[in-house]
């Protein structure tokens, strides 16, 4: 009998460590970044910029950036949400470059030059026609023609890299032609 009782205890203890080591533990927001910062309401694409003068991104990022009156940061990330906001389509399954594409591809190039610390990740999407592998293949050539075009550019290759989402992202999720449009793009992510 006592030893059914020390077995049970055992098993008790033994259950509650692992149960507290499985326990969730709460990281602190980074400043600049979460619902507070207002980055949330953005939308899709936004990076959780800070406020400029150094509330959102550290004085020290700033320096690096080559960024140092509030004015310049201001400007900077005003830019980096535009920069972020504005993607490029593509035609059904196709990866040609047509000349709005270029157009606004032209305006990131002068942006990453004019901010050349900054790097950037191009994402390619699809609509949901096709395979999940026809569309990550589709989805990677298109990230690589507007990374192909902004190195040509003049932009540093170095700081630039693609990304395939396929289809497994999209932005309108209808199942019409005006939703298959939409996810039909090349997106822009900012890292600094």
């Not at 950036?65 to 389509?89: C, H, M, P, V, W």
């Not at 999407?125 to 075009?149: I, M």
């Amino acid at each position: 009998m006592r030893h059914r009782s020390l077995l049970g205890l055992l098993l008790l203890v033994g259950l509650m460590a692992v149960g507290s080591g499985c326990a969730k533990s709460t990281v602190p927001p980074q400043a600049g970044f979460g619902p507070e910062s207002g980055a949330a309401a953005e939308g899709y694409g936004a990076g959780g910029y800070g406020k400029a003068g150094g509330a959102g991104l550290e004085d020290a990022r700033w320096r690096e950036l080559g960024l140092n009156s509030e004015a310049e940061q201001t400007e900077f990330l005003a830019k980096a949400q535009r920069f972020e906001n504005e993607d490029i389509y593509f035609d059904y399954d196709a990866y040609t470059l047509s000349e709005p594409a270029k157009r606004i591809l032209d305006e990131k190039a002068a942006f990453l030059k004019r901010y050349p610390k900054v790097k950037v990740t191009v994402e390619g999407h699809c609509d949901e026609r096709g395979t999940t592998e026809y569309n990550l293949a589709l989805g990677e050539r298109r990230a690589n023609s507007a990374l192909q075009y902004l190195s040509n550019s003049g932009v540093d290759r170095s700081n630039l890299t693609t990304l395939s989402y396929g289809k497994e992202r999209p932005l309108a999720t209808s199942h019409d032609e005006s939703s298959w449009a939409k996810n039909r793009r090349a997106h822009f992510v900012l890292n600094y």
